[in-house]
């Protein structure tokens, strides 16, 4: 630990045996006299080009491991201090390397545990472990070592290094390299073996699971003028898109440049940027969110004053880093930030405070975000009488986080607003601008739901998928498209049917609301999407999620035609072909498939949303099941929207005839979804229903691998599973939650052995749009 001994001894905060905070903090030397677990950090500085990892040599001086060869840099967080900061301030203490927080990549958490110097040094130490990667070695002559912490500093090849571990030589501090610890050469090993030909086609084959298609909507309904305001909102999405990049990963739009740069070196390269097109980041949304580049693929920069000057040099050119997992809070919150220490400030917020932590429009940050970005300013930032914590949290509302972007997009809509002749999309694109500029989108969200225009336009921030930390905080997007006239009309029915829907939910009337409004729905043919959008292409959506919108005014509901005919025809069709049983295939059909859709998106805006608990508070559903209500919400949107059509057949604003194809595509449906991956909300959900079904009677599996549905069964299976959801909700009961997804939300063997036989035939999972229409005419403006 870079120390000065006539600093004051500093305290460390004392964890559990599974690392939890206990809210208690110790001296450093009582925590090592007592053996209290705490936490540090490693980082490791890794030269590509030679394939060495820089060592540094230990003081004579320190308590622990004396003269001995280690880690690059390495220290105890301080009591309250984050493990991000730590660790740039450890490598600038130590070794005079001053280093932005996208220089750090995160690999693994690694527990030391023993006992040293007699007995007299217990160390239970939960390591952060951090790997800075560089194109080639620091000269020596660019570090300043800190003599009381190292004595010198050289450059090993990882191999070696690795074997004088396994030997035990003496000289260097041991790690068990055959434990936890040997993570670090296996993911030094496996990145930098490439084999461009095994890897293309592994990328091929992630590829060949999106279909194509080509979005070719007319444009002639439109009128000239809102023809010319279409090119200014086709803009205003772009800027949309940049920043949903910007709130997946800190780095992420530099890693999007990169790689579109590279895109033509190399067939390899072409690929690497036609996937992340897709994903919009590094990690695959049909693959569980693994990584599918790594820190070795990433942008490069030059850093020219970030250590002492070196004749000749110009300076340390090291990868922009990720993470090989996803971070669970995307870049809405710090990445060092847990559950726990979120939970603990928010509770010293008061009321106003702890709304706009958890609002769907704002970021958290440590206040050392807001400052500098360079640890050397920071150093001297805190020692300059101000008496805050560098590493506290605090609250940026997006209009400042994204303001030079939002400010771009808001002049782009502006200018939209004053060529358009549709008088409720003037008001919709102006106050949409407001909304960028203020933070505050209530009006905006008002006129989105009283939009009636032939171009139809969804912009702003709305879907809080992307946050599975606590799914608080909502991404931006944008749709833009033209009305379907017909189709519109023919919607009609269900959003007039609501509350009639709602009264008659299979749950306790207490639970009930009296006051649900008609949904307006409307049907467009999709020309341009941005912003969220990555992977898997939503048919529609349901909007907003703003809870007191919902309870004054209900939704909103835009379903995507166009999208829905192509994900039928190339992705549902195909899959009843394979997984369906032969007597039931004639009931597979589109009008089932998108009728289904449209009660999905209804029952979005029917059941439980603020709810009252068991104590007498006010409350979310959204609030109280944090990072399970995406998946749990999903899962009741396609249940009770099953649920929901039976009922209106009961009813006879449906025709009986519709009840076998409904169940049937609804069967089909359950392995497209699934597909998704089961850290997808719509691909949990879809599991929870599959299994909860399977396992009722409801659907059943053949000896040849296909499935069927029990028309005797399903429907009580389908009411029973609609009831135990709403139920959870409108408790806010997540442990219920937690349960329920634990036990049904999972591959089992009826799912694995069905997109097994999809995966042999190579059924396209989902379609990846080309908006050629958006396209052509984007290149007449240019």
Excluded at 335 to 359: I, V
Excluded at 587 to 601: A, G, R, V
Excluded at 710 to 715: C, L, W
Aim: proline share 4%; glycine share 4%.
């Amino acid at each position: 630990m870079a120390e000065s001994h006539l600093q004051e001894e500093e305290h460390l905060d004392v964890l559990t045996r599974t690392g939890e905070k206990t809210g208690v903090s110790k001296l450093r030397s009582l925590v090592h006299q007592d053996g209290d677990y705490h936490r540090a950090v490693h980082v490791w500085i890794y030269s590509e080009s030679t394939h060495e990892l820089l060592v540094q040599k230990r003081a004579d001086c320190k308590d622990s491991w004396p003269g001995q060869w280690d880690i690059s840099s390495a220290g105890h967080i301080s009591a309250g201090d984050s493990s991000l900061l730590s660790a740039r301030r450890e490598l600038y203490e130590e070794l005079g390397i001053d280093l932005p927080k996208d220089a750090f990549e995160l690999l693994f958490v690694f527990l030391q545990e023993c006992v040293i110097n007699n007995g007299n040094y217990i160390n239970n130490e939960f390591n952060d472990v951090y790997l800075v990667t560089t194109l080639s070695p620091i000269p020596m002559e660019a570090f300043t070592l800190q003599e009381s912490e190292v004595s010198s500093v050289k450059y090993i090849h990882w191999k070696d290094y690795k074997n004088v571990l396994e030997e035990g030589d003496e000289q260097y501090v041991p790690y068990d390299v055959t434990g936890q610890y040997g993570q670090l050469f296996i993911i030094i090993e496996q990145r930098y073996k490439e084999n461009m030909e095994a890897r293309s086609l592994n990328l091929q084959k992630k590829l060949n699971r999106y279909a194509p298609i080509y979005m070719e909507p007319k444009l002639s309904g439109l009128s000239d003028a809102d023809k010319e305001a279409l090119s200014y909102i086709l803009r205003a999405a772009m800027v949309v898109d940049d920043i949903f990049y910007i709130q997946v990963w800190h780095s992420n739009p530099m890693l999007r440049d990169w790689l579109k740069e590279r895109s033509n070196t190399s067939s390899l390269d072409r690929l690497k940027w036609m996937y992340y097109s897709i994903n919009k980041s590094p990690w695959s949304s049909l693959d569980e969110n693994e990584a599918f580049l790594t820190t070795a693929d990433s942008a490069v920069k030059l850093l020219a004053k970030s250590t002492k000057p070196v004749s000749g040099w110009e300076g340390i050119e090291y990868r922009a880093a990720f993470p090989m997992m996803k971070p669970p809070g995307a870049n809405f919150y710090p990445p060092d930030m847990d559950k726990k220490e979120f939970e603990l400030w928010k509770g010293s917020l008061n009321a106003s405070e702890q709304e706009a932590a958890t609002g769907f429009f704002s970021v958290i940050r440590r206040h050392v975000d807001t400052l500098s970005s360079t640890v050397s300013h920071l150093m001297d930032h805190s020692g300059s009488g101000q008496h805050f914590n560098l590493d506290c949290l605090t609250i940026v509302p997006f209009s400042q986080e994204y303001k030079a972007l939002l400010v771009k997009a808001a002049d782009l809509l502006f200018r939209a607003s004053e060529l358009s002749d549709s008088s409720s999309l003037k008001k919709l694109l102006e106050t949409k601008g407001n909304a960028f500029l203020s933070n505050d989108y209530y009006e905006s969200d008002i006129a989105w739901m009283e939009l009636d225009s032939k171009l139809d336009v969804t912009i702003g921030p709305y879907e809080t998928y992307e946050d599975t930390l606590f799914g608080y905080k909502a991404t931006f997007e944008a749709f833009v498209g033209i009305r379907d006239d017909i189709a519109t009309s023919q919607v009609k029915l269900f959003g007039d049917h609501l509350q009639d829907l709602e009264q008659n939910l299979p749950m306790d009337s207490m639970y009930k609301s009296k006051d649900v409004v008609a949904a307006p729905i409307r049907v467009i043919q999709l020309v341009y999407n941005a912003g969220d959008v990555k992977g898997p292409q939503t048919v529609a959506f349901n909007l907003p999620n703003d809870e007191r919108i919902v309870n004054e005014r209900g939704t909103s509901m835009v379903l995507l035609k166009n999208v829905s005919e192509a994900k039928f025809k190339h992705i549902l069709q195909p899959i009843a072909d394979v997984c369906i049983k032969e007597d039931q295939k004639e009931f597979i059909d589109f009008e089932s498939f998108y009728t289904h859709t449209i009660c999905h998106e209804c029952c979005h805006g029917i059941g439980p949303h603020t709810i009252i608990l068991p104590n007498g508070v006010q409350s979310t559903v959204r609030l109280e099941l944090q990072e399970l209500h995406s998946a749990l919400e999903e899962a009741k949107a396609d249940i009770v929207g099953l649920w929901a059509l039976k009922f209106l057949v009961d009813q006879e604003l449906l025709p009986k005839s519709f009840l076998k194809s409904m169940y049937v595509s609804f069967l089909a449906g359950c392995f497209r979804s699934i597909r998704f991956g089961l850290e997808e909300a719509h691909g949990k959900g879809q599991a929870l229903q599959f299994n909860w079904l399977h396992e009722n009677g409801a659907f059943l599996m053949h000896a040849n691998g296909t499935f069927s549905v029990d028309f005797m069964k399903v429907e009580g299976a389908v009411e029973n599973l609609s009831r135990e959801i709403l139920t959870i909700q409108a408790k806010g009961d997540k442990p219920a939650a937690m349960s329920l997804l634990q036990r049904y939300a999972k591959m089992t063997q009826p799912l694995h052995i069905a997109l097994e036989k999809l995966e042999r035939v190579q059924v396209p999972v989902d379609i990846a749009p080309i908006f050629s229409v958006a396209d052509k005419f984007l290149e007449k403006i240019h």
